[in-house]
C-alpha cells in the first residue's frame, strides 16, 4: 500500500520531469526523496550529454543532494519516468547507491507519469547487495 507521504513525495518528483535536459534518449527520469532526519531532497532531474557517459543520472544525484545537504539514511525515494509502459526499475548501478545510503525497510516508489503507483523494498530489489559487511 502506498501511503500518503510516498503519494506526495511522488507527486513532486513528477513537476521535476518540466526540467530535465535529454534531447537524446527523450528517457525523462526524476526522483526525490525524503531522509530518516525529515529532509525532503526535491526534484533532482537526469542531464544528458551526446556522450552518454558524461550524462547525470538523476538517481545518483540525488543521493549527492542528500549527502551535500547533512542527509541520512533513505526512508523513501520515488522515481517517475516518462513514456514507458512498465514502471521503471533503477539500473543496477543507481540501486546499489541507493542501497549504501538505505536501510533495509527503505521504499522504492515507482510510477509512469502519475499512473498506478508501486513500492518495492530496497531489500527486495537487490537482495544480495555488496555491502561495508562484506569488507570486515
Known amino acids: 500500500k ?16 518540466k526540467s530535465i535536459y535529454f534531447p537524446y534518449s527523450r528517457f525523462q527520469v526524476g526522483v526525490a526523496l525524503i ?4 529532509k525532503y531532497i526535491k526534484g533532482v532531474a537526469n542531464v544528458e550529454n551526446i556522450s552518454y557517459p558524461v550524462g547525470a543520472c538523476a538517481g545518483k544525484g540525488a543521493i549527492i543532494v542528500t549527502v551535500a545537504d547533512g542527509g541520512t539514511k533513505i526512508i523513501d525515494i520515488a522515481i517517475s519516468v516518462s513514456k514507458l509502459f512498465q514502471p521503471y526499475i533503477p539500473f543496477e548501478a543507481c540501486r546499489h547507491q541507493i542501497f549504501e545510503f538505505s536501510n533495509c525497510d527503505t521504499n522504492i516508489i515507482i510510477g509512469i507519469e502519475n499512473k498506478k503507483l508501486i513500492s518495492i523494498k530496497i531489500k527486495d530489489l537487490l537482495p544480495k547487495a555488496f555491502s561495508s559487511r562484506h569488507l570486515a
Open 2 to 17: 502506498i501511503s500518503d507521504q510516498q503519494k506526495r513525495l511522488f507527486y513532486i518528483v513528477e513537476d521535476t520531469r
Open 35 to 38: 531522509t530518516t532526519n525529515e
